[in-house]
T-cell receptor
Framework: AQSVTQPDIHITVSEGASLELRCNYS??????LFWYVQSPGQGLQLLLK??????LVQGIKGFEAEFKRSQSSFNLRKPSVHWSDAAEYFC???????????????FGQGTILTVHP | EAQVTQNPRYLITVTGKKLTVTCSQN?????MSWYRQDPGLGLRQIYY???????DKGDVPEGYKVSRKEKRNFPLILESPSPNQTSLYFC???????????????FGPGTRLTVL
């Protein structure tokens, strides 16, 4: 069964500082990996995704993530955080077609990001 | 505008009173799914549907029902709601996956349900 762990429940950074949110996954094959962001009272917005190929993927809002198969990780990074980045971030793994978990997204517990001015 | 809509957005009800949360998408997506979001647990899949009249259980289906009579609609039914179903619910949809591809799931705005 697939699973996702986000070790940090809450992270606080200062505006302008760099950011790294951790994500570890468990999946029996090469996974599909996603990062979503949820602003307060809002739905989920896709930041970026990894399907195959280049292990460093670029997303919206200046975010990037790196897939490291050896560490089963897909950490999200941003070089300089803006106050508007304050939100909750979810890492997710998606099952590939053909299995019984077709189309299923499994989410991590989420990391709440607070940005200090 | 391509979107997934949910109604109602907010609902307060009492234990045992049947309710339905509607979900509709205008993107002609085959795949639809329901998730619930609880603090510290992330989002967990309740039910999903791969096409009309094809539905299956997710990770937490107990206490819920779904139906898929039309491609665009995927209502979530709580026959006898209980306080432990107080949660934030999201509907999502995507095109059907073929081969080794994967299609992005689009999420609705969420429905906040409180069961007293």
């Amino acid at each position: 069964a697939q699973s996702v762990t986000q070790p940090d429940i809450h992270i606080t950074v200062s505006e302008g500082a760099s950011l790294e949110l951790r994500c570890n996954y468990s999946y029996g094959a090469t996974p599909y990996l996603f990062w979503y962001v949820q602003s307060p009272g809002q739905g989920l917005q896709l930041l970026l995704k990894y399907f195959s190929g280049d292990t460093l993927v670029q997303g919206i809002k200046g975010f990037e993530a790196e897939f490291k198969r050896s560490q089963s990780s897909f950490n999200l990074r941003k070089p300089s955080v803006h106050w508007s980045d304050a939100a909750e971030y979810f890492c997710a793994v998606g099952a590939r077609a053909g299995g019984t978990s077709y189309g299923k997204l499994t989410f991590g517990q989420g990391t709440i990001l607070t940005v200090h001015p | 505008e391509a979107q997934v809509t949910q109604n109602p957005r907010y609902l307060i009800t009492v234990t045992g009173k049947k309710l339905t949360v509607t979900c509709s998408q205008n993107m002609n997506h085959e795949y639809m799914s329901w998730y619930r979001q609880d603090p510290g647990l992330g989002l967990r899949q309740i039910y999903y549907s791969m096409n009309v009249e094809v539905t299956d259980k997710g990770d937490v289906p107990e206490g819920y029902k779904v139906s898929r009579k039309e491609k665009r609609n995927f209502p979530l039914i709580l026959e006898s709601p209980s306080p432990n179903q107080t949660s934030l619910y999201f509907c999502a949809s995507s095109h059907r996956v073929t081969g080794s591809s994967y299609n992005e799931q689009f999420f609705g705005p969420g429905t906040r349900l409180t069961v007293l």
